[in-house]
């Protein structure tokens, strides 16, 4: 350990060699020091990483025996079952790879599979980086970036569902092509286009191909390399601890900590990614049949981030579709084909200037929030969950109604309810956990923590002890008291404004007394820490815990 | 983290059970090279590291040992992997290997099995080097102060405006405009192009091949349906029309076309004597044939077909996104999002006792859209 081994001659060689052309040598230990720092959480995005990059590898693969075309051929291969049945070459094609090619059932079914996690790991990612706070400046653009990736990852699905032309992936671009026709004015032609013609003719698939395998993939692509350039750049946030501040990121080094661990982990995801496909098979297409518009299974489900589209499209009703001069206007399409999608990725996109807009808030933040220290944001994001999860089990009523023996029609009147419910619902009790938390914080920031020893006082009177925190809890508890975000000259001008009308610049006008009015409501229930020092409270009872805690320091 | 902070209070003797994911045990064999109380202290490795923790040469030796085994389990089960190809041997003539479905699931599971088992091998190895044979430990790195300093800025837009003006861009309004007017029709080309992507819409959703006169087969058969064949009540039948050898109706062999199936698709229902609701009017009872009543299967909400009928309360259900239609009052929606009733076909029989259609649909067929209820 202490000599330090000579770089091989031909590595040497090969730096040099690039090192003359390019002058890297300093750039190439600056990056290889980049700190990574430590927290499961900042796994998800990995996770995402990796199952895109299988998706290409295995999308590569695929690509040499599928054919897109919907010329119709009658099926003459070594599947026995759909001998004879008309069907398109993009069908027989998917079939062929599935029991012609060796190892192409495999590779279909890992391309699918990392598709569903790829999206799934995009979503927790999301939410990591939405509930702490990771969004907030310098790191919006990156959040910008990253809601792109999440709408075009979704489409991107939708479109490589829809190639094989099975049944149920042509009833997905039948209810495409149904929300396309309901826009006014324009949805006819759009269809027309991008059909080639009326449904389902015969260019889509080719036309799906060519968005699906080339133009989304390589806009993913180019928005990742972009979303980690700027990663990389702005550095990593982190949550609160020891040692660790808005001026300092703490964690692994990139070379050779990080990169151990992080090519340990691909190889985990893709074990696991390839397990699944091994072991639990999914859209068995060879089982489905080829598609026709006339024909249907109850009880199909579209991959699962279609779902919340699929609840949507479900439960709204029709009360309010309107004809303009005997034009129509279906908005039991419309909305929430169209506009309930809108308003959740406009709004995921638009979050952090909304919020910084209301706060008032324009520092640059490198320590995440923890959820509880930001109870609306949190509380907006928990509802934001439930209705996306309300639609999502939406999706699945006609299964949910089949399992529990529950009348179809319902279940579409619980949903509906609980669409409008459940996120208001969710939102108060959010916030009041979050506030729960606030004050238990301020509690153990104050009094240290419930040590489980009970003792008798001379008096007779039974007293819990309470110890001192750790240091790294106190740092965790403090960092409270550093992000808070309160435009105090916003949420001063309501309060003056209720009591002596007078205004203070900020807050006037409609706009400004809006904002003055949100920033009240996103700050008035924070519980205060203003003052609050590390263990002055009197419920502190220093005696029997003390020795102990010195013990720990020392081990530390 | 603070529930977790706190019970690390609790002392050292339980740790173990508490210690945050991804950081190593504290075993017996750490040994800390320097403490937190001295963040520059200097270890062998590369970096002056806050908290280090090296494992003992005997556990890095016992760990190279477990990281070893795991790769030689993957380099076996890569192996394995090649062994499973081509232990599944490709289709040759008439001896269906893979292409049988139970055969095809073995080699599934014997190719993706072995192939986990490599990958995770690989995983397995690479995680207990980095957590039990490299020394653990964090350093700090300062973040870097974003914004630019105002000399730099100022640097920056002095020198962009003089270069500005020094072009002329900004001087120049005539160069400026003509410039960007230039750009328009270029910038328009691409969307232009796409023009022939489709034909017009026209009011080609609005027909379909249906006309009077046409005679009706069962789906999937060329079989001419008879008044007869929905003689029981409550009798469904989905139908399409009759397209001869070589007649002109777009359609290949005696095959209608996909589009053509989509349009043309109906369901003929007989519903009993006297169950027809007052709410049709009589125009839409003159539709109907001897109770026996066709709607198209096509969903007005999104065009799935609306494939479930229900004889007992003559209620047409689409399974996609349950709108429901009430066969015995004109197809009119009574619950889910379809905007419109199923466009009915005015059907009659023709001299052999052939059900007929009298016409085309009553409305445009499938997907509401926006000029669907007006008239041509």
């Known amino acids: 350990m202490s000599t330090t081994t000579q770089a091989p001659k031909a590595l040497r060689g090969v730096g040099n060699w690039i090192d003359d052309r390019f002058h890297l040598a300093k750039t190439g230990e600056k990056n290889l020091r980049k700190v990574f720092p430590n927290h499961w959480s900042f796994m998800l995005g990995e996770i995402a990483l990796y199952s895109f990059i299988i998706l290409l590898v295995t999308g590569v693969f695929l690509t040499l025996w599928f054919n897109p075309s919907m010329a119709h051929t009658t099926y003459e291969g070594s599947y026995q079952r759909l001998n004879g049945v008309q069907m398109s070459e993009a069908y027989a094609s998917t079939l062929r790879i599935d029991f012609d090619v060796r190892g192409g059932f495999l590779v279909r079914q890992i391309h699918h599979w990392a598709a569903l996690i790829f999206v799934a790991s995009l979503v927790v990612h999301m939410l990591r980086v939405f509930f702490t706070g990771a969004f907030r400046k310098p790191r919006e653009i990156n959040w910008l970036i990253g809601v792109g990736i999440f709408t075009l990852a979704m489409l991107e699905g939708l479109f490589g569902y829809s190639l094989p032309d099975d049944l149920p992936s042509g009833m997905g671009v039948r209810i495409l092509q149904g929300v396309m026709l309901s826009l006014p004015v324009v949805g006819t032609y759009i269809s027309m286009f991008l059909f080639g013609g009326e449904f389902p003719g015969e260019d889509i698939i080719p036309r799906l191909y060519m968005l699906h395998i080339l133009l989304i993939p390589g806009i993913l692509l180019a928005l990742i390399v972009a979303h980690f350039m700027i990663l990389w750049h702005q550095k990593h946030t982190q949550y609160p601890g020891t040692g660790r501040s808005e001026k300092k990121v703490v964690g692994t080094p990139m070379f050779p900590g990080f990169a151990i661990k992080a090519g340990g982990f691909f190889f985990f995801v893709f074990a696991v990614i390839v397990a699944l496909s091994a072991f639990v098979q999914i859209n068995p297409i060879h089982l489905f049949g080829p598609f026709t518009p006339t024909a249907i299974t109850s009880g199909l489900q579209p991959d699962w981030y279609m779902g919340f589209m699929e609840g949507s499209l479900r439960i709204f009703p029709n009360w309010l579709d309107f004809p303009i001069f005997g034009y129509a206007v279906p908005t039991g399409v419309l909305v929430p084909g169209l506009v309930i999608p809108g308003l959740i990725f406009g709004g995921l996109a638009a979050w952090p200037f909304i919020e910084q807009w209301i706060t008032g808030d324009k520092r640059a933040h490198n320590v995440a929030d923890r959820p509880r220290n930001a109870p609306v944001r949190t509380a907006v994001g928990v509802a934001g969950v439930v209705f996306y999860g309300i639609l999502w089990l939406a999706g699945a009523n006609d299964i949910l109604s089949h399992t529990f023996s529950i009348s179809l029609y319902w279940t579409t009147y619980f949903f509906r309810v609980a669409a409008i419910a459940g996120p208001i619902i969710g939102f108060i009790v959010a916030k009041r956990i979050c506030l729960g938390l606030q004050r238990r914080d301020r509690e153990t920031l104050e009094h240290g923590y419930e040590s489980g020893t009970i003792q008798q006082l001379p008096s007779g009177e039974f007293i819990e002890v309470h110890k001192e925190s750790s240091q790294e809890t106190v740092h965790v508890l403090e960092s409270k008291t550093e992000v808070d975000r309160i435009d105090d000259e916003a949420i001063a001008s309501v309060e003056e404004s209720e009591s002596d009308g007078v205004e203070a610049p900020a807050a006037r006008g409609l706009k400004g007394r809006l904002r003055a009015k949100l920033a009240h409501w996103y700050t008035k229930d924070n519980v205060s820490f203003e003052g609050v020092e590390a263990h002055t409270g009197h419920h502190l009872h220093h005696g029997a815990g003390h020795e102990e805690h010195e013990e720990m320091a020392g081990s530390h | ?376």
């Open chain 2, 1 to 376: 983290m603070t529930d977790k902070s706190n019970s690390n209070d609790n002392g050292a003797s339980d740790g173990s059970a508490d210690r945050v994911i991804g950081t190593p045990s504290p075993s017996e064999g750490e040994t800390i090279v320097a403490g937190a109380d001295d963040p520059g202290a200097e270890h062998p490795g590369a970096y002056p590291a806050e908290e280090t923790h090296a494992h003992s040469e005997e556990e890095q030796r016992r760990a190279e040992k477990t990281a070893a085994v795991w790769f030689l389990i993957a380099f076996l089960a890569g192996i394995g992997f090649f062994v499973a190809y081509f232990a599944f041997p490709p289709n040759s003539a008439g001896e269906p290997a893979i292409a049988d479905p139970q055969i095809g699931q073995y080699s599934n599971m014997a190719l993706g099995g072995t192939l986990a088992l490599a990958l995770f091998g690989i995983g397995a190895g690479m995680t207990v080097w980095a957590r039990r044979i490299m020394p653990h430990y964090e350093v700090g790195s300062p973040y870097d102060e974003l914004p630019s300093s105002p000399e730099e800025k100022g640097s920056f837009g002095d020198f962009f405006m003089r270069s500005a003006d020094e072009s002329g861009f900004t001087k120049r309004p005539l160069l400026r405009r003509t410039l960007l007017l230039s750009m328009v029709p270029l910038g328009l080309a691409p969307i232009v192009l796409l023009r022939d992507t489709g034909p017009l819409p026209g009011d080609k959703l609005k027909h379909t091949l249906w006309e009077d006169g046409l005679r009706m087969v069962v789906e999937g058969t060329n079989k001419p349906i008879k008044e007869a064949d929905l003689a029981e009540d409550g009798a469904m039948i989905t139908a399409f029309p009759l397209v001869e050898e070589g007649g002109g109706h777009g359609g290949e062999g005696g095959h209608l076309s996909l589009n053509d199936q989509a349009k043309t698709v109906v369901l003929l229902i007989k519903i009993p004597e006297g169950d027809f609701k007052p709410g049709m009017t009589e125009q839409q009872m003159n539709w109907t044939h001897n109770g026996i009543v066709a709607y198209s299967k096509i969903c007005t909400h999104v065009g799935c077909p609306a494939a479930l009928y229900e004889r007992g309360s003559h209620r047409i259900l689409c399974p996609c996104h349950q709108s429901t239609f009430d066969a015995a009052e004109g197809a009119k929606v009574v619950f889910g999002p379809a905007h419109r009733p199923l466009p009915q076909l005015p059907i009659g029989v023709d001299d052999e006792g052939y059900l007929i259609a009298k016409g085309d649909f009553s409305e445009a067929v499938g997907p509401t859209f926006w000029d669907a209820e007006k008239g041509d």
